[in-house]
């Protein structure tokens, strides 16, 4: 007994080395399916209308009842092997539960000015959508380098995330100076958020911030 | 005991009550033709036996999904942990997703027979044109399914929906009517209800199509020849359906346990994920909305022209001959058609999270419309007359072999009913060891021998007289 268990575990460790395995499975699958076809096709073609062969009932009859017995087995087998995964799950399986957010509008401070080193981005959602209607809006916040931040008179810029050519989220590439969408790869103008070369033409909407005298950034709305 | 004298056992009388009362004798009397039996006729049946398993392991899914997105992208958790953590929760997921890509391969495939060999000719047109919408909706229920898995693929989905929905005209009524504010919080639970819905008004859509097909038969030979029919529908062919469905079940079964369902990056709002690609059989769509010409004309006015096309070809087409060969427009057609779809995929696949230059997707369109239109001009300038009716011959090809077989089939499917067993044997222990894995793949083995068992026992019960 225990050495056909040893037997056993051997084998079930055998079974589970990954990559051959899968390989062999595959292998074993399309076998299967090819060969039952070639054996289906021949079935088909052996097949005669009103042939009604008395020596082919005679050569099956006397097995009658054994192979009603094996179809049998095989249909108990068949839902034994179903039902017992089925089971299984339904006694044992359990659920994940969350923190629902409760739909009311976030505050709209994003940042302290010390948190983002210039030439950097960071996300965040707006509970608005540009045209107003409530949603979950991401957007990008963009601390420019200086010389870009000279040319417009102002340090922190925001924008919609949400890419005009097909809504895909673009963000802000330093080493390209521009908002980039990996999608089909739009680029922005990080200063003023028109699009500069890629499928989108219109601009990104821009999105109004007001620094406070602590350095906290909030997102007012939209420009 | 049984009686003296009677013949058939109680079981055998209960089917011959059940039969007669529900009204499904007609059934027991109709007799499958030759060229039904040829593997092409299967794939509509094996479509709709995934709908069945679709709808089967879905409702054990609804049970576990979670449709919220909350503060954390909870629905992706519940599909992680489901996957992951609930016993065999990978193979009804991975079921459930194999199945949908199989049935909208299979629904493709399908299309494909019923239009080359023009079955949808006269009196069949509703038929396949209701064929058509089915095919859309479980496209259309695909897109909302797949989208419920919050990963980064699905967001990219949804997002892409909703932009497509802005575009058209009076976007704005629509958008809101479809996403509501657009947040994932609302659309989630929204995808979920409308991935139900849809797949029910593919079960209606799919029973139409069943009883038009019962009431108008199954299409006659395409080369004109007469239907030859050759067994029963009850009790033989019906067996063979059932042998074929529980292989099918026994291989997803172990696809899903060696390769368990893909699950993308988690969504979360401000962190950077890699592109998704969408499902295959968006891919051509997609490609041409990555040419850069208006999205709703790329994903919605060009497929909607071309699909229009073929709703319309059985009144275009000519009646006199179903043979592909001699319906010039609708091969033609089909194959620009059909060529169009994979070169597409194929330039969309080759080309992830780049654009296609609109000069070259032009280019590459038309010479493959010029090259399929002259192979389909030249494959139809020969009229092929109707086949002559063939005198059966006498039986003698194949009878040897099907004798040798026919002499031991209760000892093939014994057999392999003792390989199915010990495998099935080996997944019970691994089952008990709770090693779901192992355990879903010994028993898919197995239950794939078994299906082949069951058709070896029946060929032996009830074919025999109708073999050579």
């Not at chain 1, 899968?22 to 699958?29: D, N, R, W």
């Not at chain 1, 500069?196 to 909030?218: F, T």
């Not at chain 2, 010039?328 to 060529?339: D, H």
Request: charged share 15%; with cysteine; glycine share 8%.
């Amino acid at each position: 007994m225990n050495i056909i268990r040893c037997l056993l575990t051997n084998l079930l460790a055998a079974v589970s080395l990954t990559n051959l395995k899968s390989l062999g499975i595959l292998l074993f699958l399309v076998l299967v399916v090819g060969i039952g076809t070639i054996i289906y096709y021949f079935y088909i073609k052996s097949l005669k209308p009103k042939h009604n062969n008395p020596d082919n009932n005679e050569r099956v009859n006397n097995r009658r009842n054994f192979l009603v017995k094996i179809f049998a087995l095989t249909l108990a087998g068949i839902v034994v092997q179903l039902l017992l995964p089925l089971l299984e799950l339904l006694r044992k399986g359990t659920i994940v539960t969350g923190e629902i957010s409760s739909g009311q509008e976030t505050p709209p401070k994003i940042a302290n000015i010390t948190e983002i080193p210039p030439d950097s981005q960071i996300s965040f959602v707006l509970r608005r959508n540009p045209d107003g209607s409530p949603g979950q809006h991401p957007a990008v916040l963009i601390h420019l380098p200086e010389d870009k931040a000279a040319l417009v008179g102002k340090e922190f810029v925001a924008y919609s995330a949400v890419c005009t050519h097909l809504g895909c989220i673009v963000s802000y590439k330093s080493e390209e100076d521009a908002l980039f969408c990996p999608c089909h790869a739009g680029y922005f103008d990080p200063t003023n958020g028109k699009a500069i070369s890629g499928p989108p033409k219109k601009p990104l909407p821009e999105v109004k911030l007001r620094i406070d005298e602590n350095g906290d950034i909030y997102a007012e709305g939209w420009v | 005991m049984q009686r003296a004298g009677s013949e058939e056992s109680c079981i055998k009388k209960f089917v011959r009550w059940l039969i007669e009362r529900t009204g499904a004798s007609e059934f027991t009397k109709t007799i499958i033709p030759r060229h039904a039996l040829h593997p092409m006729y299967s794939f509509g049946g094996l479509a709709s036996l995934m709908f069945f398993l679709l709808a089967f392991t879905g409702i054990i899914q609804l049970m576990f999904y979670v449709p919220a997105f909350g503060e954390e992208n909870i629905a992706y958790e519940s599909v992680r942990h489901f996957t992951e953590s609930v016993p065999y929760g990978f193979v009804v997921r991975g079921i459930h997703s194999y199945a949908a890509t199989l049935m909208i391969l299979l629904s493709m495939l399908h299309f494909l027979r019923v239009y080359f060999t023009g079955a949808y000719a006269k009196p069949r047109e509703l038929t396949y044109v209701i064929g058509i919408v089915a095919g859309l909706l479980s496209i259309a229920s695909a897109f909302l399914g797949y989208s419920l898995r919050m990963d980064h693929i699905s967001v990219e989905a949804i997002r892409i929906g909703q932009f497509l929905v802005l575009q058209l005209p009076g976007g704005n009524w629509l958008y809101s009517l479809i996403f509501g504010s657009g947040s994932f919080d609302e659309v989630i639970p929204r995808f979920l209800a409308l991935h139900i819905g849809v797949a029910g008004l593919l079960a209606i859509a799919l029973l139409l199509h069943f009883y038009m097909i019962h009431a108008h038969h199954i299409s006659p030979p395409y080369d004109g020849s007469e239907p030859e029919p050759v067994i029963p529908f009850y009790p033989n062919f019906l067996l063979t359906e059932l042998a074929a469905a529980v292989v099918t079940i026994g291989t997803l079964m172990t696809l899903s346990a060696v390769f368990p369902p893909e699950l993308g990056f988690k969504f979360v709002f401000g962190e950077e994920l890699p592109v998704g690609q969408p499902e295959w059989y968006l891919m051509a769509m997609y490609a041409l909305i990555k040419t850069g010409i208006d999205p709703v004309l790329a994903g919605l006015v060009i497929p909607s022209i071309g699909l229009l096309i073929l709703v319309i070809m059985p009144w275009v087409d000519p009646l006199y001959s179903r043979h592909p060969m001699n319906r010039r427009i609708a091969t033609t057609y089909g194959l620009i058609f059909v060529g169009e779809y994979i070169v597409l995929f194929l330039y969309g696949q080759l080309t992830p999270g780049e654009q296609i230059p609109l000069l070259n997707a032009l280019l590459l369109t038309i010479a493959v419309a010029l090259v399929l239109g002259y192979v389909g001009v030249r494959l139809t300038s020969k009229p092929i007359p109707p086949k002559k009716i063939q005198k059966q011959q006498s039986g003698n090809s194949p009878s040897y072999a099907v004798r040798v077989i026919l002499k031991n089939v209760w000892w093939i499917a014994c057999l392999l009913l003792v390989f199915a067993l010990v495998l099935g044997g080996f997944g019970i222990m691994s089952h008990l060891s709770e090693n779901y894995y192992d355990a879903a793949l010994l028993f898919g083995i197995s239950i794939i021998l078994m299906g082949w068992s069951l058709f070896t026992a029946k060929v032996g019960l009830v074919d025999a007289k109708y073999l050579v």
